[in-house]
């Protein structure tokens, strides 16, 4: 039995505080609204009950935040595609932010199980004052429980409309894109974070970005496989690649803190979900 599943999150301005409204379908859904930075940042869990995707499924999240708002939505642990006969395993997220909104997209690591057929999908829609700050990571097989990934495929995108596209698919059949020197070159396990606004950042800006994610990188463990770039106006990505995931994770949490503190003036706070 194949699972679809629906959330409509969107996220609107009571005076100074941020509130999240939601109607979903299906096994995914929002633990209660939490507020550890006090009323402005509206903190979520995003929950889906079965734990992972199969062939057939699909989980479709759609996310608006209105002028003004400010959302942080993260996971209680990794989404996990497992094997799949022959159908794909579908994961599409949908962001759209008015003017001055601001969204944390920060879901924990995605499994490939040997044998899935997964494509994870990421639309961001700006309107020119607003941002993102996220990341998408993922990792192949279960290296400490000796489970390789020997079969299957996973497909990624993230995208902004007219602007910057990513799209690639990783197979398992893939020799010289899993192990040459110029790709993964063995490594299982792959990052991109990402600031995004909805109009060109002026030059002090973008300077500040990459100069506090290439500081964190410059001091990482995972400093040679790591690197900070702006492939466009609008946007600047962070880049990572490494055996394990836990490293991974950790740089992009240092990352995001460093940019909290040096773009946005906030205080370097994470969600208490992660030291649970």
């Not at 996973?154 to 596209?165: N, S």
Request: net charge neutral; aromatic share 6%; hydrophobic share 45%.
């Amino acid at each position: 039995m194949s699972w679809h599943a629906q959330l409509q999150l969107d996220y609107e301005r009571h005076g100074s505080r941020t509130v999240a409204r939601h109607v979903h379908s299906g096994p995914l859904r929002i633990l209660q609204s939490l507020y550890p930075e006090g009323d402005a940042v509206c903190h979520n869990v995003l929950v889906h009950p079965p734990g992972g995707l199969v062939g057939g499924d699909t989980l479709d999240l759609q996310v608006r935040a209105a002028a003004g708002t400010h959302g942080l939505i993260t996971t209680p642990g990794a989404t996990r595609f497992y094997r799949s006969d022959e159908a794909l395993a579908l994961q599409r997220t949908h962001l759209a932010l008015e003017d001055g909104a601001r969204i944390e997209w920060l879901p924990l690591e995605t499994i490939c199980y040997s044998g899935c057929r997964a494509e994870n999908c990421l639309t961001l829609n700006l309107a020119p004052k607003a941002q993102v700050m996220g990341w998408d990571v993922t990792a192949l097989g279960l290296p400490h429980a000796d489970l390789p990934f020997v079969d299957g495929f996973v497909q990624q995108h993230i995208e902004l409309p007219g602007v910057w596209l990513e799209r690639g698919r990783v197979g398992a059949d893939d020799a010289v894109l899993l192990n040459g020197p110029a790709a993964l070159a063995g490594m299982r396990c792959w990052a991109t974070m990402y600031l995004v606004c909805g109009q060109a950042m002026d030059r002090a800006y973008k300077s500040t970005a990459l100069d506090a994610a290439r500081d964190v990188i410059a001091a990482h463990a995972l400093a040679a496989t790591a690197g900070a770039t702006s492939p466009n106006a609008q946007t600047v990505v962070v880049r990572v690649v490494a055996p394990q995931v836990e490293a991974v994770m950790g740089l992009l949490r240092q990352v995001r803190l460093a940019w909290r503190v040096q773009l946005w003036n906030m205080a370097a706070n994470s969600p208490r979900i992660w030291a649970m």
